[in-house]
């Protein structure tokens, strides 16, 4: 159950990241909901999986709520377990059977409800309302002002009960120190105190940040970036001075039908990728995984390279550098693609589709000149001229 709510929240918060307005799902009877600021007031028939910046969910639940985001406020009746993350978590509603709330500030409020079994754990945690069995809490700060039905074990740094509070089982306190229960909480005879050492606790802060490295300075990025850009080049570089008709050959296709280009570099893609399911799944082909992975890898960073290049030296010769300069212009026009589309990373969502329509664009170029090369009724060097005379006109 624990591993299953895991899950389903960690698939909640990636939706959730992804997607800035509403998206709705049915699957099975259940219902997922995902989005910026969420106010759920439509009964589910099954279980209800919704995450989000802001998530209120007011309408019933059948069987199981599992609900993830910054804030998350649980108000409506749940048949059967409520599973709960974010910074500030709050159940102010029923759950027929267990909870387990966890963030920074979790509150289980005066209307909230559990059936079964509570389980809170957060840097505050609070207890106002009813729990029908055993409850287990965690936290730096805990304060209790509701009624446990069964057992409760209380872990934390600093812990207090209210006037209202009350646990009909044991009470297991573990704590830096043993503190004064009073009576209407649970008599003497019902509380046993474990020690812990909270001085770890009291030095969090100081731990939490210690080995941790700073943030690079300018000259580690810069020193970064040009290792890169070396390493770039010389793979380029490569290619441009062994395979120079080849590449050119490959650039005057991409430049000539772009569109065209890009689809069958997504094409070539797919069938790439589509090699490692087929040797995992083959006991032939498993020892090639690695190759078939591999490839994938190399295909991708050549496309990339390839379809940088194309467009640089597209722009090169519209400013008059000519359709074939020499290798040390070729190099520097590399050396600018490289550089601008790595400027293209930092320009939010529309810099990583242009980033992989590059990859797309190489990839598409380079399967359009195997399979040039690999069909012999094509003639490279009339092709060659017909695609110098389309670029040309």
């Known amino acids: 159950m624990i591993l299953r709510a895991l899950a389903v929240l960690v698939l909640c918060l ?78 102010d509603g029923r759950a027929g059977g267990d909870a387990m709330l966890s963030g920074v500030i979790v509150t289980l409020d005066r209307q909230g409800e559990v059936a079964g079994n509570a389980r809170l754990f957060g840097g505050t945690a609070t207890v106002r309302g009813a729990v029908g069995g055993s409850a287990v809490v965690a936290a730096s700060e805990i304060r209790i002002e509701g009624r446990v039905a069964g057992d409760m074990q209380l872990a934390g740094d600093a812990i207090s009960f209210g006037p209202e509070a009350r646990v009909d089982g044991r009470l297991t306190i573990t704590a830096p120190e043993e503190l004064i229960v009073p009576d209407h909480v649970a008599p003497s005879g019902r509380v046993s105190y474990e020690y812990m050492d909270a001085g770890a606790w009291r030095d969090f802060d100081e731990l939490a940040w210690e080995g941790i490295p700073e943030a690079p300075s300018a000259a580690a990025v810069g020193g970064g970036f040009l290792v890169s850009l070396a390493f770039l080049l010389a793979v380029g570089g490569t290619f441009l001075a062994l395979a120079p008709d080849r590449v050119a050959t490959m650039r005057r296709v991409a430049l000539t039908r772009p569109g065209i280009t890009i689809l069958v570099g997504g094409l070539g893609l797919s069938a790439l990728i589509g090699l490692v399911p087929v040797s995992a799944i083959s006991i032939v082909g498993l020892p090639l995984l690695p190759m078939a992975i591999l490839t994938v890898l190399l295909a991708w960073l050549l496309g990339y390279l390839l379809g940088a290049y194309v467009v640089a030296m597209g722009v090169a010769r519209a400013v008059g550098l000519g359709d074939n300069p020499v290798l040390p212009v070729r190099l520097a026009v590399l050396a600018a693609a490289i550089t601008a589309a790595a400027l293209l990373n930092f320009v939010p969502i529309l810099g990583w589709v242009l980033n992989v329509a590059l990859v797309f664009l190489g990839l598409g170029a380079m399967t359009e000149g195997v399979l040039r090369w690999a069909i012999p009724d094509v003639d490279p060097v009339e092709d060659d001229e017909m695609l110098r005379s389309e670029a040309d006109a």
Do not use: I, N, W
């Not at 219902?31 to 019933?60: H, I, K, M, N, Y």
């Open 14 to 91: 990636s939706c959730g990241s992804a997607l800035a307005d509403r998206y709705e799902a049915q699957l099975g009877g259940d219902r997922f909901v995902s989005g910026g600021r969420l106010d759920e007031t439509v009964p589910s028939g099954r279980d209800l999986l919704v995450s989000g910046a802001q998530v209120v969910t007011r309408g019933d639940v059948t069987q199981d709520l599992f609900a993830a985001g910054f804030s998350v406020d649980m108000e409506g009746a749940t048949g059967g377990d409520v599973t709960a993350a974010g910074a500030r978590v709050r159940l």
